[in-house]
């Protein structure tokens, strides 16, 4: 008795503290044996690397709880605060860009990894009983980490983030009877906002993962219970799977994070290698720009994993309603229901070439779809343009006429067939453009939101869309396009379409308004009378015109410094800035303005007592009150009175009805007039 | 085994599923009873907003796109005037009536967009096309036409629209909400 005490006294001490305390534990919680159960796993005929895919999705779905969880350490799910603090991940916390673009790009690759193991399965006929059941869940799982992926995508509430949630909650909406109620159940309430977002945080992050993580569980113990499904003729003696076949699966675990680190990462080593600079926060995941319903956002398109869907509700173009519920419903439901009964069929010999065949028909058939998808987008890219110069001309003279293009054909039929295949081709082209014309907008939308936040005074409570709305960079251009352009040019003289684009405006171009650019060429003889001045304006004969041409170029009258000296001044009073080299000038060139002898004769400049009527007062000329001023009422005597082309006075409320602009907007047009608006510094 | 204790053991097992089950219908009750609050919420009473000015819209019968401005509640928040939208007017010559459609397009919500040769409308997500006054043109992923908004002109020449939303994907024109 005192021996056996003696040797395991002699045994503990031998042990160390890691020792006994193992024991310890062993004794109270049996842990050696479920390690021992995990780990020596007899593998049926050794390790192989064709066993890997399961493996490298269960670590792909840790890597999204992992990142998941510090990304939601610091995502915030509400209107005014969801593109907010995703962009204080992304672009201001130190590595945020790596944790962000992790999570983005796992995500993607645990859809191919779900696709090949799935495909696995099939083709080794891995689901027949017993593994029916464990087949099944398999399939759920594939479901619940699509839905993951569609409700992380709204999460930023960006532009493609909101309008591909509209699309994919519309669709929802024409299920059968509840359609409806699911779509506001899912959307929160009628209209999307806050609780769109934290329900699809809610489900993305809760929901979801937790039924997942209870089916991944059940899952992998079926998958223990029945043993891996081996590859057979078993030739090579079996081996266990701690460490063999764990060695192979952390070898393609470690791959597939190579991947994604490669994809995070590659265009900071091609910048680096252009010598460019590397800005952390544009590696990884895109943000775009924040949501706003009321802006169109041509370049809707959902993840590139779901585009095949999208591509095949365009399949059932004419079939009117049906069409969609076929393609949104019922065709990927039937295809679901024969993937859910695969086991069953796959119990004879022809039900399971079947099954293959099916499942590679269905990997096509996505594949197929997505092409198309990308042809349709980027066709522009890579269809020879000079080859369709011919047709555009034709459209363009016979307007797309039938009638006029058999005239201008001569009748010739298979001339005809031929022109309207071109055509064809034309408009794919067309749609390509516009959809990459959109997507370059919503590039720039984005950099220019991504800029404005990061302004020193940083973003407002009332969110990042109240300050791109307030931003003239941004609504400039487009208030122009919907109010001005129609008569209008903006375009720089020097580019490479000015000269078309000012020839077809009605009113002057107003790139650089205010400018000693500007001013200079106003009186220049030779352009004051062009379409980029009052060419094509009532003023064309006008006063102002007369005198350009006939006193300016009096070279007694007006010396070549006295002409410069107005150019300063203008400029000056414009608040833009004075080239050097007439700096010293501006003095004088206002004495000359002011002069009753001179532009004062016609024009009231500050106190020259010159009266209004004959010429528009140009106190202040092209600065922002100025500005403000003659957009809002160009028929005030301030500025042309009754001789007012036709500029609508865009600021003037009729009694009781709205002006068509309103004084923000206003100013929002005076302000990108003149380049006034944020830049962030040392640009 | 005896009758009565037969008769025990089955009541034991019935009282036990009917104790827990009762407990954890509570918190799934309550949950269920606030995640289902959206049904009761309702897009309220659609009205008239004004769009724009008669006077300035162009009476040369092409559609020009017009933001519309309402206050808004988003569940906590209440935004005034706010842009909510778009709606397309068209004008024809001379007229002093106004066709209003809705810019959202009827397949399944994107924003519809003008050609930019200014012939007829598009749909930048799947294609649907769709002619100046509204109209489908065939073959079109679309189930129906855009939608046309009542539109009135007031006294003072503004043009009011009444701004509501209709579901996508289906054949007949049903207000969302
Ligand atoms: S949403 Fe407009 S065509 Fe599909």
Redesign the pocket.
């Known amino acids: 008795m005192s021996h056996d005490v003696d040797r395991t006294a002699a045994a503990q001490a031998r042990k160390g503290i890691m020792g006994q305390l193992g024991d310890f534990l062993d004794d109270r919680t049996g842990y050696r044996a479920l390690v021992h159960e995990a780990l020596y796993e007899r593998v049926p005929g050794g390790a192989r690397w064709r066993y890997v895919w399961g493996s490298t999705l269960v670590f792909a779905f840790m890597t999204q709880v992992i990142t998941g969880l510090f990304l939601w350490a610091s995502y915030s799910a509400s209107a005014q605060t969801a593109w907010e603090s995703v962009y204080y991940i992304q672009h201001e916390m130190a590595g945020g860009w790596l944790l962000r673009g992790i999570h983005h790009f796992m995500a993607q690759a645990m859809v191919v990894l779900l696709a090949l193991h799935l495909l696995q399965v099939v083709i080794d006929g891995a689901y027949r009983a017993p593994r029916e059941v464990n087949f099944w869940l398999g399939l759920v799982l594939m479901l619940l980490v699509l839905g993951m992926a569609l409700t992380g995508y709204l999460l930023p509430w960006d532009q493609k983030g909101y309008w591909a949630t509209i699309?994919a909650t519309?669709l929802a909406g024409i299920v059968p009877f509840v359609g409806p109620s699911l779509q506001q159940l899912v959307i929160g309430g009628p209209e999307y906002g806050h609780h769109t977002l934290t329900r699809f945080f809610a489900l993305h992050a809760g929901f979801l993962p937790g039924a997942l993580i209870v089916m991944l569980v059940v899952h992998l113990s079926l998958f223990r219970k029945h043993g891996l499904h081996a590859k057979q003729p078993i030739t090579r003696p079996d081996a266990m799977f701690w460490p063999d076949q764990v060695l192979k699966d952390a070898v393609a675990m470690l791959a597939v994070m190579a991947v994604v680190l490669g994809v995070i990462l590659m265009p900071a080593l091609r910048a680096m290698l252009a010598g460019d600079a590397v800005v952390p926060g544009e590696l990884g995941a895109e943000l775009g720009a924040p949501a706003d319903p009321s802006l169109p956002y041509a370049a809707?398109r959902p993840e590139w994993y779901f585009l095949f869907l999208f591509q095949f509700?365009?399949v059932f173009e004419g079939w009117g309603a049906t069409g969609e519920f076929f393609g949104a419903i019922v065709v990927p439901g039937l295809i679901m229901g024969v993937m859910f009964l695969m086991p069953i069929l796959g119990n004879w010999k022809l039900g399971h070439r079947f099954n293959v065949a099916f499942t590679l028909a269905i990997l096509a058939g996505v594949g197929l779809l997505t092409a198309l998808a990308l042809n349709e987008d980027y066709y522009a890219l890579w269809v020879d343009k000079a080859s369709l110069a011919e047709a555009e001309k034709i459209y363009d003279q016979t307007g797309g006429d039938p009638e006029k293009l058999a005239a201008a054909l001569g009748n010739d039929s298979a001339k005809i067939n031929a022109m309207e295949q071109q055509w064809k081709k034309l408009e794919r082209v067309r749609h390509s453009q516009a959809f990459l014309e959109a997507s370059r907008q919503a590039k720039a939308d984005a950099a220019r939101a991504i800029e404005l936040a990061g302004r020193p005074e940083k973003i407002p409570p009332a969110g990042m869309l109240e300050l791109v709305r307030q931003d003239p960079k941004s609504q400039g251009p487009r208030l122009f396009a919907q109010h001005c352009a129609g008569c209008h040019a903006h375009v720089d003289p020097l580019a490479a379409n000015a000269e078309a684009v000012i020839a077809k405006s009605s009113a002057a171009n107003l790139h650089g308004f205010g400018s000693a650019q500007w001013m200079r060429g106003l009186l220049d003889p030779a352009q004051v009378a062009g379409p980029a001045y009052f060419g094509n304006t009532a003023h064309k004969e006008g006063d102002m015109v007369n005198f350009v041409q006939n006193d300016l170029t009096d070279e007694a009258e007006w010396s070549k410094a006295d002409i410069d000296a107005v150019v300063a001044a203008m400029a000056a009073e414009a608040g833009r800035a004075v080239p050097k080299e007439l700096v010293g000038l501006v003095d004088k060139g206002r004495e000359l303005v002011a002069s009753t002898d001179r532009c004062g004769s016609c024009h009231t400049f500050r106190d020259n007592g010159t009266e209004l009527g004959s010429a528009p007062d140009i106190t202040g000329w092209g600065g922002r009150e100025w500005l403000v001023g003659i957009i809002a009422d160009p028929t005030h005597e301030r500025f042309y009175g009754d001789n007012n082309d036709r500029m609508p006075s865009f600021g003037k409320a009729t009694e009781g009805a709205l002006p068509p602009l309103s004084g923000e907007q206003i100013g929002l047009l005076a302000d990108w007039l003149r380049g006034d608006w944020y830049r962030p510094a040392g640009h | 085994m005896s009758h009565p204790e037969q008769r025990r053991g089955f009541l034991a097992k019935a009282f036990a599923v009917v104790c827990g089950g009762l407990a954890t219908m509570v918190p799934v009750g309550a949950g269920l009873w606030a995640f289902l609050d959206p049904l009761r919420r309702s897009a309220g009473v659609a009205k008239f907003l004004p769009v724009a000015e008669l006077a300035a819209i162009p009476d040369d019968g092409v559609p020009r796109q017009y933001p519309v401005i309402t206050d808004r509640v988003d569940a906590w928040t209440g935004f005034a005037a706010e842009p909510v939208g778009a709606v397309y007017l068209r004008r024809e010559k001379g007229a002093t009536e106004v066709q209003a459609l809705s810019a959202t397009?009827?397949?399944?919500?994107?924003f519809?967009e003008m050609e930019p040769t200014g012939r007829c409308f598009r749909?930048?997500?799947?294609?649907?096309t769709f002619t100046l006054d509204g109209g489908i043109v065939a073959p079109?992923?679309?189930p129906r036409a855009m939608d046309a908004l009542d539109c009135r002109v007031g006294k003072n020449g503004e043009v009011e629209v009444k701004w509501q939303k209709f579901r996508?994907g289906i054949a007949g024109k049903e207000v969302q909400g």
Do not use: E, Q
């Open positions: 699309v519309n809707a509700l365009k | 397009c009827p397949h399944a919500g994107c519809v749909c930048p997500c799947h294609n649907s079109s992923p679309s996508a």
